[in-house]
Structures are given as structure tokens and as C-alpha cells.
């Protein structure tokens, strides 16, 4: 776009900036802010609130409370990006007093809002305050809880090893195991594993043995907790299904950012254009390793 001397506009700039936060990409997202502010682009609320969830997603707080704070006219989608921008970065509490500088501002909150708030409240293990915001969303805020909030009521609760209530709460509030999805079972099955409620995670999998689940992330956390509580014959029973069901782990991914370029490589992969030459410094480097022990 560039080489054909088109100028690029806010609304491609906030979608190539949204593309470098996905991605981790730094470098590429600070030379965008820098091209901004050298076009007097920057003041753009809709840029500037997109540059605050790429510095946040890269890890870079203070520079996405920088531009933050240079927003002029702050709106609920500036405020959320800054919330949860917190969050993800561990300050809970700095992520909650930025909500109630929001409420004092006179911005309403929404879905979204309350999702990062919910976060910083996990991360935190601020049980009892996630549930009174919870608690709150409809009756002081106006906001009608949706299902990915309740999900992150479950989350909260199994974190902090509450998994009885956490149990309850997708029984009494979201219809049971039934109607809820992979994540929420995954935040159970989790906690199950961390705490060691083999019980618990025992009647999970049962549940979701009956309604013929196909998430392979469930089943390989239920095998784990079976596996490290002994029950080996569970076990036995949860790798049977995996096997004749045919269900397949999902590979993991990595992205990498190398002298400002983005490489993806996916677990077993050989369709990346160098695989060849990755596999021999690979071979290489555990060559040296072995040397070395």
C-alpha cells in the first residue's frame, strides 16, 4: 500500500494494529504508533483504544496506560481495552480501581466490561467480590448476565477450589453440565486436577461420558486426574473412549516474532517453508545438548 503511495487512513491502521496484537507482534505495532503520531493520527480514539490492546497483549502496561491516558474523550470501549489490558497483566486490583474510575466517569459498563473485570477478580482469587459484581450487573448496572459470564463465575470458584459451589452454581444457574460448554468444563476438570477432588472430576466425566462429548481437552484432563488419583481402571476407560471415538488432541502452536518477523509453527507440522532447515538446527541443538549432560 505504501509502495503504491496510498496513504493509509485510521481505519487501516487500527486493522493492521489489531492484526500485530493478535499476533504479539511489538515491532510492528510500535512502527504503527510511531507512523500515527508522525501523521497527527494518534488523537483517533478508535487507533488509540486499539494500541492500548496491542501494548497490553505484548506486555507493554505502561505504554498502553500511556496512550490511554492521552485519549481525550474516554468511551466504554477505551475503558474495557485498559480493564482487561490490566487484567491479563496480573494488576487485579489496579484492573478493579480503573472500573471504578470508569463508573465515576459516568461511562457504562457492558458485556464486555464485566468479562475483564470478572478476570482480574480470578487471577486475584477475589471470590466474594466477583460474585457481588455479579451479583450487580443486572440490578445496579443494568447489564443482563450472559453465558459467558456465568462461565466466568465458574472459573472464579474452581480457581479458589470452591468446586462444590462451582458444581452448584452450573447446576442452579446454568442448567447443568448439560448446557454448558468446553470451557466450562475445562475450568472444573482443572481445579478437579489441581486440588485433587478426584470425586468431583469423577462425576463430571461421567456426565459428559453420556452426552458423548468430543472435546479432546476434557477427556485428557479427566484421564490425568484418574491417572494421578490411581484409578487406573477409570483411566483405562477414558483412553478406551479417546481411542474408539477417534477423538484427536488439537496441536499446540507457537508464535514467534524474529528480527520483526512473525513465524507460526504448529506441533508435528512440516508445511512451513523451512521445516527442512528447522529440523536440522533442531537436530543440531539436541546434538549439543547431549554433549553437554
Known sequence: MQREGVRPNESVLVSVTTACANLGALAQGMWIHSFAKQNKLDSNPILATALVDMYSKCGYLEL???VFESIAAKDSASWNAIISGV???????MSLELFNKMVKAEVQPNDTTFVAVFT??????LVNKGLE???????LYGVEPKYEHHACMVDLLARAGRLEEA??????RMGGIGEGDANVWGALLNACRIYGNVEIGDEVWKRLANM???DSGTHVLSYNIYKEAGWENEAKGVRKLISESRIKKTPG?????????????VAGDLSHPQAQEICRMLSSLFNVMHTLE
Not at 458444581?167 to 442452579?172: E, L, P, Q, V
Open 64 to 66: 498502553a496506560l500511556s
Open 87 to 93: 487484567a491479563i497483566n496480573g494488576e487485579a486490583i
Open 120 to 125: 482480574a477478580c480470578t487471577h486475584a482469587r
Open 133 to 139: 459484581l455479579f451479583e450487580q450487573m443486572n440490578s
Open 167 to 172: 458444581k452448584t452454581f452450573i447446576d442452579n
Open 212 to 214: 458423548r462429548v468430543s
Open 253 to 265: 502452536c507457537s508464535v514467534l516474532e524474529v528480527d520483526g518477523m512473525v513465524e507460526e509453527f
